[in-house]
């Protein structure tokens, strides 16, 4: 996807949520430039018959359209 951070429009998937600190982003840069703000963070988890996977740091907005998952971040974190 060439997101930088995974993203959801959805909080009702994270397992635990915190508000927006000043260590994070405050909104998150589209493609064509637009600024869409961040609502809450958390963690959410992906669940396989063999093994679950977290997802650290989600952003939350209400205007993100589709999930993502940053590759680098669910490497690192799994």
Known sequence: SGA???????????SASFPP?????????????TLIPITTTGTAYLHHPNHSFVLN?????????????SARRFARDN
């Not at 930088?4 to 994270?14: C, W």
């Not at 600190?21 to 430039?33: K, L, R």
């Not at 989600?58 to 359209?65: A, C, D, Q, R």
């Open 57 to 69: 740091n989600v952003l939350v907005s209400p205007h993100i359209i589709k999930n993502l998952i």
């Open 21 to 33: 600190n000043h260590s994070q982003p405050s909104h998150i840069v589209v493609g064509n430039g």
């Open 4 to 14: 930088s951070s995974h993203m959801t429009a959805h909080p009702g998937i994270l």
